[in-house]
């Protein structure tokens, strides 16, 4: 709140000055600023970075991430130069989020991209004729799967026009408010407020957001034991008994009923860990060998290191071309005779 104030206070003394000049700059500044501060404000923990065409802030959360990128396009005057910069630019701030977290990008983009659809990212209900900067947007946001929200939302033309020019003359949809289309769903509605009272060529765009995200639990491996031993090996058999009783009798007696089943559980699972053997792994395709189950192990053992993990990725392709080739000739060869 502190830097809308200021910008306003700062916006009075410029207006009693007369400078008009400094006014028109300060109008485009602080109508992105003024949007900014409530994105920080929503995005809450981590800020990014920032410039003068770009602001971005990260809201962290579980089970994903909240990335919110403000922009502020170069304007008509500018050169091409400036304007690849900034795309290029908000490449670069894109990248630096995940792409399975939402992600949403507002702000003043100075381009009109129309009423023509553009598959499922621009929609019908935009406002005027598409220029050149307006294509250039819509060609980026279909390279990087990001809907243009303003136009995908039926409203009366008071509702769509953004900016104004001197002497109210024209009235354009420049800024725009889009999200990533994996979350195209969690925006409800965009639309404009011309009503505020901002003192700016600018009208507020505001959207309405609602995200639901379910987190993917992965479930527990379990350990599987070769209980059948039990029944035919008599000398593990009994250790297993003595290992479970010993275990149990250490743990020395329990408060409740709850505490004694953890215990009991306790002893069980640990005499088997270490007297019963595990499952043997079934290999999934006939031409799997013990070696290639057992290099497989070895490359689950190595995700925490990226080398060493590659290194024995590596082997176990070779060893599963090998195998097969091997195991498809012979069956042809069973096949002939």
């Known amino acids: 709140l502190d830097n809308i104030i200021g910008g306003f206070a700062q916006y009075q003394r410029l207006q009693s000055s007369n400078d008009d000049d400094a006014i028109d700059r300060l109008n485009h500044i602080y109508t992105v600023t003024l949007l900014v501060v409530f994105s920080i404000f929503v995005s809450g923990k981590q800020f990014v970075g920032k410039d003068r065409e770009r602001r971005e802030g990260k809201r962290e959360g579980k089970p994903a991430d909240l990335n919110i990128i403000q922009v502020y396009a170069?304007?008509?005057?500018?050169?091409?130069?400036?304007?690849?910069?900034?795309?290029?630019?908000?490449?670069?701030?894109?990248?630096?989020?995940?792409?399975?977290?939402?992600?949403?990008?507002?702000?003043d983009f100075n381009a009109k991209v129309g009423t023509d659809i553009v598959d499922d990212i621009v929609g019908k209900h935009g406002l005027g004729i598409r220029n050149e900067r307006g294509e250039k947007l819509s060609e980026w946001c279909q390279t990087n799967n990001i809907i243009v929200g303003n136009t995908w939302f039926q409203q009366p033309p008071r509702r769509k026009w953004t900016w104004k020019s001197p002497g109210d003359e024209t009235r354009n949809q420049i800024d725009y408010m889009m999200i990533s289309k994996r979350y195209r769903n969690a925006l409800l509605?965009?639309?404009?407020?011309?009503?505020?009272?901002?003192?700016?060529?600018?009208?507020?765009?505001?959207?309405k957001f609602k995200l639901k995200l379910k987190k993917n639990s992965k479930p527990s491996a379990n350990i599987k034991f070769d209980l059948a031993i039990l029944k035919t090996n008599q000398t593990i058999r009994?250790?297993?008994?003595?290992?479970?009783?010993?275990?149990?009798?250490?743990?020395?007696d329990a408060e409740d009923a709850e505490q004694q089943w953890e215990n009991f559980k306790s002893a069980i699972m640990e005499a088997a860990t270490e007297v019963i053997l595990k499952v043997k792994r079934k290999a999934k395709q006939k031409w799997m060998t013990e070696e290639i189950l057992n290099l497989m192990e070895e490359r689950r053992c190595a995700k925490g290191n990226k080398e060493k993990y590659e290194q024995i990725h590596k082997k176990v392709q070779e060893k599963c071309n090998m195998s097969k080739e091997n195991w498809i000739n012979e069956k042809c060869k069973e096949i002939e005779q």
């Not at 005057?77 to 630096?96: C, G, I, R, V």
């Not at 509605?189 to 959207?207: E, I, Q, R």
């Not at 009994?238 to 020395?252: P, R, T, W």
Request: glycine letters at 4%.
């Open 74 to 107: 170069p304007t008509a005057n500018s050169n091409d130069e400036d304007l690849d910069k900034f795309y290029n630019d908000l490449d670069t701030a894109k990248t630096q989020c995940k792409s399975q977290d939402p992600l949403i990008i507002m702000g």
């Open 189 to 207: 509605l965009a639309k404009t407020y011309p009503s505020a009272d901002c003192y700016s060529d600018h009208v507020p765009v505001v959207g």
């Open 238 to 252: 009994e250790k297993y008994h003595i290992s479970v009783q010993n275990k149990f009798e250490a743990l020395g």
